[in-house]
C-alpha cells in the first residue's frame, strides 16, 4: 500500500489534519539545514477516513501561525493507491503530485474559510 506525504514549503511552522484525524505540526521549510520534520505521512487507501487519504472528497485543514485554511481535496483516476503521493503546503496553496503527474486532484480552498482569514466580516 502507498502513502500520502505532505511537505511544509513556508518558511513558518504548520499544522495538518487530514479528514478530521490528529494534529501533525510541520517545521518549517529551512534548506541549509534540511529536516525529517518538514514532512508527515498519512495512509493512501481507497476511501477517505480520518488520517488517511482516500479517493473522493478529503478534507485538508493546514494552520500556518494563527489562521486555518480548509481545503477540500478530491483524488480519482489517474490516481492509485499503489503509488505514493505528495503535497507541498504553501502559504495559500498545496499542490499535488502522484510520482510523475498532477492528473487526478482537485483541489479547493473554502471560500467562507479564506474570508475569515483576511478578516472579512459578512461572507
Known amino acids: 500500500m502507498a502513502d500520502t506525504y505532505f511537505l511544509n514549503g513556508t518558511v513558518s511552522g504548520i499544522q ?4 478530521g484525524g490528529a ?6 521549510l529551512d534548506l541549509q539545514n534540511a529536516s525529517l520534520d518538514m514532512t508527515t505521512k498519512f495512509g493512501l487507501a481507497a476511501a477517505p477516513r480520518v488520517d488517511v487519504l482516500g479517493f473522493g472528497e478529503n478534507e485538508v485543514r493546514v494552520t500556518i501561525g494563527g489562521p486555518t485554511y480548509i481545503y477540500d481535496v478530491f483524488v480519482s483516476a489517474p490516481v492509485t493507491n499503489v503509488l505514493d503521493v505528495q503535497f507541498i503546503v ?3 496553496d ?12 482537485e483541489i479547493r ?11 472579512v466580516s459578512g461572507v
Open 16 to 19: 495538518i489534519v487530514l479528514n
Open 23 to 28: 494534529s501533525r505540526s510541520l517545521s518549517p
Open 90 to 92: 504553501y502559504e495559500n
Open 94 to 105: 498545496i499542490q499535488p503530485k502522484n510520482t510523475t503527474q498532477t492528473d487526478g486532484f
Open 109 to 119: 480552498r473554502r471560500q467562507a474559510d479564506m474570508a475569515a482569514a483576511q478578516g
